[in-house]
């Protein structure tokens, strides 16, 4: 992938010491997955249209990281996402850290940030009355009241989830992949991406903010657009959209066996040209 002008410049600096890296801030992603709707349109999938589908929003032009690309829902840890207060069923902060290589206060904050921030920018709320149970309806005028207050931080994860009686369901969410933003960029995330099934009775919903589109997309066809050059992906994005290209179904997702490595893309000079490689 060759760097526009102004990376490849920032490359060349960090090589010779004149700079140094920003330091990465610690986020969440979460891939959310349905099958495909019946009669939504040819799939491949067979004439009943099951079939893998992901939710994406595009970035609005004007935000400052990643403008126009197509994302899953996600964001920073908010330092409240590690508060022991948050309700807690599935899998401790603990047993995720083992399996992302963060220490437990960290992975509290990333497993907490990953099940805020899909409510924030779909709707969708991996939470439930119970451990076994999940919110079936996150719709009304109260819902919204609430995410807009999670969105401005007027409102604290834990607090809500005890003001609504519920606790969050680790359980529901498969560790996927890390990601670290390349060194070259001015804004740099830790990203820990994350799978979830959209729960039965939810739906998501343009919830606008920083985002201008939204779309269910089947792997495949998010990646041939990008060929296109339809719609632009970054390097984690087409790389997970990649890996769910090969799953049929959800299920198949859910069944892969996950480890997880720590990818963090580097500026390469091939022949006087600035590069991008992600190994």
């Not at 109260?142 to 607090?159: M, P, V």
Request: charged share 25%; glycine share 8%; proline share 7%.
């Amino acid at each position: 992938m060759p760097l526009p002008k102004d990376l490849a410049d920032r490359a060349r600096a960090l090589d010779a010491g004149r700079i140094e890296p920003v330091p990465a801030r610690d986020a969440a992603t979460v891939v959310i997955l349905r099958e495909e709707p019946s009669g939504a349109g040819p799939s491949g999938a067979g004439p009943f249209g099951e079939g893998l589908e992901v939710y994406m929003l595009r970035r609005k032009t004007t935000m400052a990281f990643a403008a126009g690309a197509y994302v899953f829902p996600g964001g920073s840890v908010d330092p409240r996402d590690t508060d022991h207060a948050v309700a807690w069923a599935g899998p401790s902060p603990r047993e995720w850290g083992e399996v992302f290589n963060a220490d437990e206060r960290t992975a509290r904050g990333l497993v907490c940030a990953a099940v805020r921030e899909t409510f924030e920018e779909s709707g969708v709320l991996l939470a439930g009355p119970g451990t076994d149970s999940v919110v079936a309806d996150t719709t009304g005028a109260g819902w919204e009241a609430d995410r807009l207050a999670l969105i401005d931080r007027s409102l604290a994860f834990a607090d809500f989830l005890a003001k609504r009686g519920l606790v969050l369901r680790s359980d529901l969410l498969k560790p996927w992949s890390h990601w670290i933003t390349p060194e070259i960029e001015e804004r740099r995330f830790d990203t820990r991406f994350f799978a979830a099934v959209l729960p039965p009775g939810q739906r998501t919903r343009d919830v606008g903010g920083e985002a201008d589109q939204v779309a269910w997309k089947r792997p495949s066809e998010a990646l041939e657009l990008a060929a296109k050059g339809e719609i632009f992906l970054m390097p984690p994005t087409y790389h997970t959209l990649n890996e769910l290209a090969a799953c049929a179904s959800v299920g198949d997702a859910l069944a892969v066996q996950r480890k997880i490595v720590t990818i963090l893309p580097r500026a390469v000079e091939i022949e006087g040209e600035m590069r991008l490689m992600v190994s």
